[in-house]
């Protein structure tokens, strides 16, 4: 058995969750200048790259937790919205469970069924009475979480790609 006290087994794998984790999210926050206002959302493909990768790297619940930490800091800042908050896990746990299955690194394209089925659903019933906003409900919102997630997937599914070919992942 490992000795956590050395740096081995579980504790090792946390420790490189804990910072793949906030360097994802980190890396959410400086991208976040790149979302595009549509309605009252911003997309953002550059999250859904984020959490494709995430979701292959971490699995499904470390790659929800940076994603929300991204959500938070976001709108903390004014670069995002409360549309964040169900639009980005869900799609990151999507990847992650998709990829646990398939071992493949098509499980990118699992991205849009979280963000767009889950994510805006919940954003509809959750987020826009809230705000008030009734014009659009749920059409409105899977539209625009399908216009940042879907690119988002591909660029996720790309980056994977070349990250596998130049060695840095297995």
Request: no cysteine.
């Amino acid at each position: 058995m490992d000795n956590p006290a050395r740096g081995g087994g579980q504790s090792r794998i946390t420790t490189r969750n804990l910072v793949l984790a906030a360097l994802f999210a980190g890396m959410g926050v400086l991208l976040s200048s790149f979302a595009v206002p549509v309605g009252g959302a911003k997309v953002f493909p550059f999250q859904h790259a984020i959490n494709v990768v995430a979701g292959v790297l971490l699995g499904p619940w470390w790659a929800a937790g940076s994603a929300l930490i991204t959500a938070t800091l976001r709108f903390s800042l004014g670069t995002g919205s409360l549309f964040a908050f169900p639009g980005s896990p869900f799609g990151a746990i999507a990847v992650g469970l998709a990829y646990r299955f398939l071992r493949r690194d098509e499980a990118a394209f699992f991205e849009p069924v979280g963000t767009v089925l889950i994510g805006a659903t919940l954003g509809a019933v959750l987020i826009s009475p809230f705000l008030g906003e009734s014009g659009g409900g749920l059409i409105a919102l899977m539209t625009a979480f399908a216009l940042s997630s879907i690119p988002g997937a591909i660029l996720g599914y790309i980056a994977l790609k070349a990250l596998r070919k130049t060695g840095t992942i297995d």
